[in-house]
């Protein structure tokens, strides 16, 4: 199976910055997209980034020039860059990759466990 492990979740002061980390391990042989998506209390989750094997990316409005996605594919890790943290950003965070567990078929979606992150004075 596929184990998505996030880190860099944290409290932060609005105006601050975190950068969160998720590494994929176990039955990888190739990742294709990744993305962040976040769940805040009462509501639905929602796409933050994405970013395809190619390095095209996409971002929600909502942090289009505050936030940078990135991904290292030597280290299966997707890397989501936070700046100009708000209030509303806080949530908790999903890591999500699809994955080709075998040199043939389509790949399967996974997702992490999530790590909090709180913007609060």
């Known amino acids: 199976q596929v184990r998505l492990v996030e880190s860099g979740g944290d409290l932060v002061q609005p105006g601050g910055s975190l950068r969160l980390s998720c590494t994929a391990s176990?039955?990888?042989?190739?990742?294709?997209?990744m993305g962040w998506y976040r769940r805040a209390p009462g509501n639905q989750r929602e796409m933050v980034a994405t970013?395809?094997?190619?390095?095209?990316?996409q971002y929600a409005d909502a942090v289009k020039g505050r936030f940078t996605i990135s991904r290292d594919i030597t280290k299966d890790t997707v890397y989501l860059r936070m700046d100009s943290l708000r209030p509303e950003d806080t949530a908790g965070y999903y890591c999500?990759?699809?994955?080709?567990?075998?040199?043939?078929?389509?790949?399967?979606?996974?997702w992490g466990q999530g790590t909090q992150v709180t913007v609060s004075s």
């Open positions: 970013v395809t094997r190619d390095g095209t990316t």
């Open positions: 176990g039955t990888v042989f190739r990742i294709m997209g």
């Open positions: 999500n990759a699809q994955v080709q567990t075998r040199s043939w078929g389509s790949p399967f979606d996974f």
